[in-house]
């Protein structure tokens, strides 16, 4: 049984960057085939980091294969299910066997740290066991170190992810690992994929896909009815079955926004934070029986229903929605804080917790072209943070792209109001860039300003998509600008209708 892998879990694997995995496909001593390579392949690739170093690899792949071979038995005998199960619990047993054993070296080693600080030294500098114990004490510190690494952690969560089935969607291509907790349509949409269903709970028959390879168990009644030739063609419902080994399907996904349909929703209020001067971080919960269905970068109707304005009508406004598709009863909004807008003002100074929202949306196009093989440059000005975090969030989570690059464009410092978030993912993802960029706000500056960015940390834009969220006028005078510096028109992405344009001069 060979694995596909995408390039970020094949370098996570062996411990190398996800370039060298890269650098070793442009050599052609790595086979990559639709954006994954073979578990073999990397070995054949990278034999030094998998036979020396890697031991753990050499481990879990006896683990796979003593699992897949237990499970071939068992399957002989009719009880797969139970047979994998088995062998997890046997799995567990040796970690916590691991788990045990070195514990107990750990308080053999601290009781040996504590006999030597008790045992009385010379002061004679050549008495050899001054020297004994300075060895002693550093051969501790490098292996604490090496503890806090925790390869036990590290050996079970790749255990887990191997053993937990891997679905693939046809024709996206896309890939999600399913929990057995889950059902394949649950997995599915906590990966951020924009997958078709209705009622989510076997009725209206939208959630449908076709069993190309694989095996999945029944979950929950389901009152639709398949037609005959649907039958024969292996069809079923993703909201009622979950996956028992690594499957192929084939699925309508939505591919654009207007595959997204109208909704209205009921929201309440979880939280609000102030984020520095000018922003208010809002969070709205759904109901766990509801979900929003959206693409990361589009935005929502948010009314207040509590709240009126004189004329009696509901306090509304829309906003893009800054956090992941793959999070739908969880929803995150950047709201500016402005003079003499009542939105702001009570979402500022009057909104209480649990409060309702009513939501409705989404609209907006600014959405990721996931079927293009090119690298992502993003460009935020200002708010237009939000719409590029969950573009950012869902790009990442599907490990769409071989690089991403952020550009977040302010007046000041404190307006990088998430900064902390975006250095971390620059710090965890070694195809992660953030640089912030400080500018006056006049537009031709701005402009100026990002293309000597791009001149300078970019060769050439040939194979980049650029998502740029910034004010109307801001993205009619970049779009000239970029086009003569080398990027097509078609990979231009903008988004303007957000809150920003009153900070420019
Ligand atoms: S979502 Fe309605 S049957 Fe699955």
Not at 347 to 368: M, R, Y
Request: charged share 25%; proline share 4%; with cysteine.
């Amino acid at each position: 049984m060979d694995r596909h892998l995408s390039l970020s879990q094949a370098a996570r694997l062996i411990g190398v960057k996800r370039k060298d995995v890269q650098k070793k496909i442009q050599e052609n001593k790595l086979k990559v085939m639709e954006g994954t390579v073979v578990l073999s392949d990397l070995k054949r690739a990278f034999p030094d980091a998998l036979y020396e170093d890697n031991t753990m690899l050499e481990k879990m792949e006896k683990n796979m294969r003593d699992a897949v071979h237990k499970m071939a038995q068992s399957e002989r005998e009719g009880s797969h299910i139970d047979a994998l199960s088995r062998r997890l619990l046997k799995l567990n047993k040796e970690l916590a066997d691991e788990r045990n054993r070195a514990s107990q070296m750990e308080e053999l080693l601290d009781s040996m740290k504590q006999k030597f600080l008790s045992i009385k030294l010379s002061t004679d500098e050549d008495n050899p066991f001054n020297e004994i114990k300075d060895w002693f004490n550093e051969s501790l510190i490098s292996l604490d170190d090496e503890i806090n690494i925790s390869p036990l952690q590290q050996m079970e969560e790749q255990i887990k992810q191997f053993m937990q089935p891997h679905i693939r969607l046809l024709p996206s291509r896309h890939n999600y690992i399913s929990d057995k907790s889950e059902t394949l349509l649950e997995s599915a949409l906590r990966s951020g994929l924009a997958v078709d269903y209705g009622c989510n709970n076997g009725k209206c028959g939208k959630c449908k896909a076709k069993l190309i390879s694989g095996q999945v168990e029944k979950t929950a009644h389901q009152d639709y009815i398949f037609s005959s030739s649907e039958k024969s063609q292996g069809y079923i419902l993703t909201c009622s079955n979950t996956a028992i080994s690594d499957i192929t399907l084939e699925t309508e996904e939505a591919v654009s926004a207007d595959d997204i349909p109208l909704q209205t929703l009921s929201a309440k209020i979880k939280n609000s934070q102030r984020l520095g001067d000018h922003i208010i971080k809002l969070a709205l919960k759904l109901p766990r029986s509801q979900r929003l269905r959206f693409m990361a970068g589009q935005h929502l109707e948010l009314n207040l229903n509590n709240h009126t304005r004189e004329d009696g009508s509901t306090i509304n406004a829309e906003y893009s929605i800054a956090s992941c598709p793959c999070e739908p009863h969880n929803l995150e909004f950047h709201i500016p804080v402005q003079e003499n807008e009542p939105f702001s003002e009570i979402i500022l100074n009057h909104l209480k917790k649990d409060e309702p929202v009513t939501l409705t949306g989404p609209s907006g196009s600014f959405v990721l072209d996931e079927d293009s093989p090119n690298s992502l440059i993003f460009v935020a000005w200002d708010t237009g943070f939000a719409p590029v975090r969950s573009l950012i969030e869902h790009a990442i989570s599907l490990d769409l792209a071989e690089n991403i690059h952020l550009y977040w464009i302010t007046t000041k410092v404190e307006n990088h109001y998430l900064d902390n978030l975006c250095r971390s993912w620059n710090d965890a993802l070694d195809n992660f860039s953030y640089t912030p960029v400080l500018s006056e706000p006049k537009t031709d500056i701005v402009a100026t300003t990002l293309i000597q960015h791009l001149h300078d940390e970019h060769s050439h834009l040939l194979n980049f998509d650029l998502y740029i969220a910034a004010p109307g006028h801001l993205n009619q005078h970049l779009k000239p600008l970029l086009i003569s510096h080398g990027i097509k028109s078609q990979n231009l992405y903008f988004e303007s209708t957000f809150h920003g344009d009153e900070i420019f001069d």
